[in-house]
């Protein structure tokens, strides 16, 4: 028990320095602007720790780490597809924050009614992307559930910990909108990126003796960790790092972190570093779970993994570090999702139910449904869905179909309705089709059904290009990316 009033203690001190941090940095909450995009005004440092809360989650503590244990380097592609994000987010800053600064853009489907014209399939494509990305809030909120009970010795059962720490969250996401998301994302990510690299790091040198010494062991007592084995081959490997990398900027809450930055070189900025960071610490948390499995004591239950071998080898303290660096992530990716859904939800789907809403009903909506998705995340997650994993890996697979018309449409003049409307819908009927029966997709060779999926989404698109040509708004939109001048430098934070 005393193990355990230590873990908790450390944590709770954690937990207040975020809400002091939080609080000192607080702005009015006077203007949808202010609420859902921080009035656009984030340096580079506060970009890129937005950016990362918004997309590092806290499963790979538990789920990643179980893979590392159990499928070896299969599960190393969290950092390829970190590094490989790094190029699509370079490409994008520029005309997504521009487009977001002259026309007031405030979320993802705000550029799809910009850039396609077209107020229906907005609303659509808005519906689309909430459903398909709405899982993963259940499954971070499960996750801090199992976080805290394992980093407590279950002193602290999975549902009082899930709804302490998830209202923490829903509350300073709706105290302090946009900016309390990211200044909370800025103190969670240098938490999990800084000093969890450098626990990691002494759990890996304290139990292997550094970072590549486990490799020869592996080498000679399971060398199958070593390999992409079993059913897990090349082509299956290269699609779920294609979609993990691709899908990651189909996430609405990725564009609402372009938009809030101040310029387009702080968002540059900021890809040179997030993902980078990414990169340390998910590589050495694999690391560190690639030889866990030889280990004498090793849990049954790997995804608890972690927490046995910072509490075996570095007591207490080093548990509850872990502990709060895996809440971190969490928290991170739950304030995101919550604050941009918030506000998707108000001004892409209230609108088009209520006419001629202002935008001061939209600020009260958003705030007002900060704490509705919260409280209806958290009451999902507190129920038994055994499925849940599976259907947040077929929902990655449907949203990913998201990328061609979002990401093509910024560099394509020809891009138009028809082609994103179509390419969209049969891909995600081809990913939903392919998860739900698929021997349809065993002529592939172990590719997924979203990259199936995707590609005949990409032709369709590209046919419907040509066929019916560019729209004729088109022509206007790109001439203020061209002419766009940004003269001012970006700010720290």
């Known amino acids: 028990m005393n193990k355990a009033v230590i873990v908790i203690g450390i944590i709770a001190i954690y937990f207040i320095i975020n809400a002091l941090i939080i609080r000192k940095c607080h702005t009015k909450q006077d203007s949808l602007e202010e609420f859902s995009v921080g009035s656009r005004n984030f340096g580079w440092l506060l970009s890129c720790f937005s950016y990362l809360g918004g ?10 780490f179980a893979a590392s244990a ?47 014209g077209n107020k229906k399939f907005k609303v659509l494509f808005s519906l689309a992307t909430f459903l398909f990305w709405f899982p993963w809030l259940i499954l971070e909120m499960k996750t801090i559930g199992y976080i ?12 009082i910990g899930m709804i302490i720490v998830s209202l923490f969250v ?20 240098i938490t999990f990126t800084v000093i969890g690299t450098i626990t990691v790091y002494y759990l890996i040198r304290k139990i292997y003796g550094g970072v590549f010494a486990i490799y020869p062991v592996l080498q000679e007592l399971k060398p199958e960790l070593l390999t992409l084995q079993g059913g897990f081959g090349g082509n299956y490997w290269a699609s779920v790092i294609i979609t993990c990398t691709l899908g990651a900027f189909t ?3 990725i564009f609402n972190r372009i938009y809030m930055a101040d310029s387009p070189k702080a968002v540059k900025k900021s890809v040179f570093i997030a993902p980078l960071a990414g990169v340390f610490i998910g590589f050495l948390t694999l690391a560190l779970g690639l ?20 509490d075996h080898y570095g007591g207490p303290f080093v548990l509850a570090l872990i502990g709060i660096f895996a809440l971190s992530a969490c928290m991170s990716t ?60 077929v929902m990655y697979d449907c949203i990913v179909q998201a990328f061609i018309p979002l990401f093509v449409g910024l560099f394509w003049r020809k891009s138009n309705l028809p082609g994103a409307f179509a390419g969209m819908l049969i891909g995600v009927v081809i990913a939903l089709y392919g998860n739900l029966n698929p021997q349809s997709i065993a002529w592939t060779g172990g590719w997924s059904a979203g990259m199936v999926g995707m590609g005949v989404n990409f032709i369709v698109h590209i046919i419907c290009g040509f066929a019916f040509g560019k729209q004729k708004h088109v022509d206007e939109i790109f001439k203020v990316v061209n002419n766009y001048k940004q003269t001012e430098g970006s700010k720290l934070i």
Not at 150 to 157: G, M, Q
């Open 251 to 253: 996430l609405p809450g």
């Open 55 to 64: 997309w590092y989650v806290g499963s790979i503590y538990t789920g990643w």
């Open 170 to 189: 829903v509350i300073y996401s709706f105290y302090g909108g946009a900016r309390a998301t990211a200044i909370g994302n800025l103190v969670q990510g």
């Open 148 to 159: 805290v009970a394992a980093a407590t010795y279950h002193s602290i059962n999975f549902n």
């Open 291 to 310: 030889g866990a499995g030889l280990l004498e004591g090793f849990p049954a239950d790997a995804q608890s993994a972690i927490f046995w071998m910072a």
């Open 334 to 393: 739950i304030s995101a999702v919550i604050n941009t859904a918030s506000v998707l939800i108000a001004k892409d789907l209230a609108s088009s139910v209520v006419k001629n809403l202002s935008r001061e009903t939209m600020l009260k909506y958003a705030k007002g449904l900060t704490i509705g998705v919260g409280l209806i995340s958290l009451y999902i997650a507190t129920i038994d869905l055994p499925n849940l994993m599976m259907i947040a890996l």
């Open 70 to 116: 159990g499928l070896g380097i299969f599960a190393q592609y969290l950092v390829i597809y970190s590094v490989a994000s790094l190029v699509i987010m370079y490409l994008m800053a520029r005309p997504v924050w521009i487009w977001g600064k002259v026309f007031d853009l405030e979320t993802q489907a705000d550029m799809i009614g910009l850039r396609y």
